[in-house]
């Protein structure tokens, strides 16, 4: 059995880790898969592109999302990588809880260091 990892940051199908499309049905986004015949919802009003919809395509949209079953989805394992940068990140702020303060650096705010002069 190989391993299926899902890419996408909402979430992907439980047996290939993709998704086909995100279909609206008012304001609800559903995401599918059109070859496992799949969907699962990733929230309300997250995007603006239902304003631009009307009810013929969200009775559409219906009808496609009736004939699909409803899973869960999968999510990706943070990398290690990003596990590092989270880690830092973390304790980047622990430090500006401790009333260190921040500065902006070259990738944003960050806290000072000890001793840091305040400007
Ligand atoms: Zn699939």
């Given at each position: 059995?190989t391993?299926?990892?899902a890419e996408?940051y ?16 008012n304001?609800?986004h559903?995401?599918?898969c059109d070859?496992h ?16 919809e ?10 496609v999302?009736?004939e699909?079953?409803?899973v ?7 990398s290690?990588?990003e ?8 304790a980047e ?6 009333g260190f303060?921040?500065?902006s ?8 260091k ?6």
């Open positions: 059995m391993e299926i990892t996408e909402f979430g992907g199908c439980p047996h290939c880790g993709q998704y086909s499309d995100c279909l609206n049905v304001r609800s559903w995401m599918t070859e015949r799949v969907r699962w919802w990733i929230g309300s009003n997250l995007f603006s592109s239902w304003r631009h009307d009810e013929v395509t969200w009775a559409k949209n219906i009808l999302l009736e699909y079953s409803e869960e989805p999968i999510f990706p394992e943070p290690e990588v596990k590092r940068q989270m880690a830092e990140r973390e702020f622990r430090r500006v809880d401790k303060g921040v500065c650096g070259p990738n944003g705010i960050r806290a000072k000890w001793g840091e002069p305040p400007f």
